[in-house]
């Protein structure tokens, strides 16, 4: 727990210059780094972290190996010189076995047993350990603030099979570490906004059908990292945005039987039913605006019957009359 080797160089880019290239350690989940050996190297972890093994990856008969982290190295020679083409170890890292691949004339398979190298820990050979950044401080990851139990730094012993890594574990906030950009976002500032990538059209346009009164969503532009935990208080980044469908009735024309639609400057109607539009006038059959032997409008008079006069207009039915 909290143990990484990564071969490497130290500068602002990779090197293939095998002078600068070394094999490095971390005690504490990668904030800072050892320099172990130069050159190219092939290593593993066994026994849960019990046994670090390394080998030049090159033509030796040196095999390293260490048993308090890292601290210290052993030096074992093999029977024979042997091109290095790899190591292996059992799924899981449980087992105390490595073993070297690699060309000596022939193929050659070479099984390393640690199972004699040192004692079972005992319990007061174990720490707690927790995840922290460079000041110390602890930190979540993936949403968790766990606490585990590792052997402690420096101690030569195998770990039990059975002892329990992790004794106590709580649940972080979100924070925007917790979230990734979405698919068609990025970041051009480490640590800053996830924002539209070139040619990326945001936000989207409302989708075909859409009716109105009803809400659409699209990205936020980010996405919870999978397999994160973290507890959302102040609201999710990976939420969708919603807003309502916009209202395009003004540019739909629908009518159903019996009913009808007016558009200005038209006139639409259908047996017993009318509509009309400024500028014009309908009448309803039995029915008057103006009274009989009354008068509707400048110059205007209505006689018995049903009549209906607005200035500039005349409309009529049978049995009515209207005059201007």
Same mark, same amino acid.
């Given at each position: 727990?909290?143990?990484?080797?990564?071969?490497?160089?130290?500068?602002?880019?990779?090197?293939?210059?095998?002078?600068?290239?070394?094999?490095?350690?971390?005690?504490?989940?990668?904030?800072?780094?050892?320099?172990?050996?130069?050159?190219?190297?092939?290593?593993?972890?066994?026994?849960?972290?019990?046994?670090?093994?390394?080998?030049?990856?090159?033509?030796?008969?040196?095999?390293?190996? /260490?048993?308090?982290?890292?601290?210290?190295?052993? #030096?074992?020679?093999?029977?024979?010189?042997?091109?290095?083409?790899?190591?292996?170890?059992?799924?899981?890292?449980?087992?105390?076995?490595? /073993?070297?691949?690699?060309?000596?004339?022939?193929?050659?398979?070479?099984?390393?047993?640690?199972?004699?190298?040192?004692?079972?820990?005992?319990?007061?050979?174990?720490?707690?350990?927790?995840?922290?950044?460079?000041?110390?401080?602890? %930190?979540?990851?993936? +949403?968790?603030? %766990?606490?585990?139990?590792?052997?402690?730094?420096?101690?030569?012993?195998?770990?039990?099979?059975?002892?329990?890594?992790?004794?106590?574990? /709580?649940? =972080?906030? =979100?924070? %925007?570490?917790?979230?990734? =950009?979405?698919? +068609?976002?990025? #970041?051009?500032?480490?640590?800053?906004?996830?924002?539209?990538?070139?040619?990326?059209?945001?936000?989207?346009?409302?989708?075909?059908?859409?009716?109105?009164?009803?809400?659409?969503?699209?990205?936020?532009?980010? #996405? #919870?990292?999978?397999?994160?935990?973290?507890?959302?208080?102040?609201?999710?980044?990976?939420?969708?945005?919603?807003?309502?469908?916009?209202?395009?009735?003004?540019?739909?024309?629908?009518?159903?039987?019996? &009913?009808?639609?007016?558009?200005?400057?038209?006139? &639409?109607?259908?047996?017993? &039913?009318?509509?009309?539009?400024?500028?014009?006038?309908?009448?309803?059959?039995?029915?008057?605006? /103006?009274?009989?032997?009354?008068?509707?409008?400048?110059?205007?008079?209505?006689?018995?019957?049903?009549?209906?006069?607005?200035?500039?207009?005349?409309?009529?039915?049978?049995?009515?009359? &209207?005059? %201007?």
């Amino acid at each position: 727990i909290g143990l990484i080797m990564a071969v490497g160089n130290l500068g602002p880019s990779l090197t293939s210059d095998p002078s600068s290239v070394g094999l490095y350690f971390s005690h504490d989940g990668g904030n800072t780094w050892q320099l172990v050996i130069n050159g190219y190297w092939e290593f593993q972890f066994i026994g849960q972290g019990s046994i670090i093994v390394a080998i030049a990856k090159s033509t030796t008969e040196v095999l390293l190996w /260490s048993c308090d982290d890292g601290y210290n190295w052993n #030096r074992t020679n093999l029977t024979t010189p042997i091109s290095v083409m790899g190591m292996l170890t059992e799924p899981g890292e449980m087992a105390l076995h490595a /073993s070297v691949f690699g060309y000596s004339g022939e193929w050659v398979l070479i099984d390393l047993d640690f199972r004699s190298v040192a004692n079972t820990c005992s319990q007061s050979q174990y720490s707690p350990w927790q995840q922290s950044n460079q000041r110390g401080d602890p %930190v979540c990851v993936l +949403g968790e603030m %766990v606490v585990y139990q590792r052997r402690s730094l420096g101690v030569c012993c195998l770990v039990d099979q059975d002892h329990t890594l992790q004794i106590n574990m /709580s649940s =972080c906030l =979100c924070s %925007v570490d917790d979230f990734e =950009c979405d698919v +068609g976002f990025e #970041r051009p500032i480490l640590d800053g906004p996830c924002v539209p990538m070139e040619g990326y059209k945001y936000p989207p346009p409302p989708p075909t059908n859409c009716p109105y009164g009803t809400n659409y969503s699209y990205t936020s532009g980010y #996405r #919870r990292i999978s397999g994160d935990r973290c507890i959302a208080t102040d609201g999710d980044l990976s939420q969708p945005v919603e807003v309502p469908c916009p209202n395009n009735s003004s540019s739909i024309c629908s009518s159903l039987p019996g &009913t009808s639609t007016a558009v200005p400057g038209t006139s &639409t109607s259908d047996p017993g &039913t009318s509509t009309s539009v400024p500028g014009t006038s309908t009448p309803v059959p039995g029915t008057s605006t /103006s009274a009989p032997g009354t008068t509707s409008g400048p110059g205007t008079t209505s006689g018995p019957g049903t009549s209906t006069s607005v200035p500039g207009t005349s409309t009529s039915v049978p049995g009515t009359s &209207t005059s %201007v």
